[in-house]
């Protein structure tokens, strides 16, 4: 039993290096991967919306995707206010309840 705990033990430090000398080896910035990823996410809500717009308006689906779409445009746009904010020089509002 104490052997398994052991070997255990060393094969999670032996992945834990793994990883982190793959992220360390990594020569892409932090922020390619995010493009990327905000690419993939695009291209993929464009073909879920072409499926959507062949299903009728009252489709139970079609509802749920148009939440989620406006869902996700609010966010954006809550996070690009606050960004401007953030890089703004004026102190930001502190409210106590």
């Known amino acids: 039993m104490k052997r398994l705990v052991v070997l255990g033990l060393v094969a999670g430090a032996v992945l834990a290096g ?3 000398a793959k992220k360390s080896q ?3 910035s932090a922020q390619e991967p995010e493009a990327r ?3 993939k996410r695009r291209a993929m809500s464009q073909k879920m919306q072409a499926c959507m717009e062949a299903m009728p308006d009252d ?3 079609v509802r749920m995707f148009k939440n989620v779409e406006a869902t996700r445009e609010n966010s954006e746009r809550i996070l690009e206010l606050l960004e ?3 890089s703004g020089t004026e102190e ?4 106590v309840v």
């Open 18 to 20: 793994v990883i982190l």
């Open 26 to 28: 990594s020569s892409e």
């Open 37 to 39: 990823q905000a690419d």
């Open 59 to 61: 489709f139970p689906p």
């Open 84 to 86: 401007k904010d953030r």
């Open 92 to 95: 930001p509002i502190v409210s």
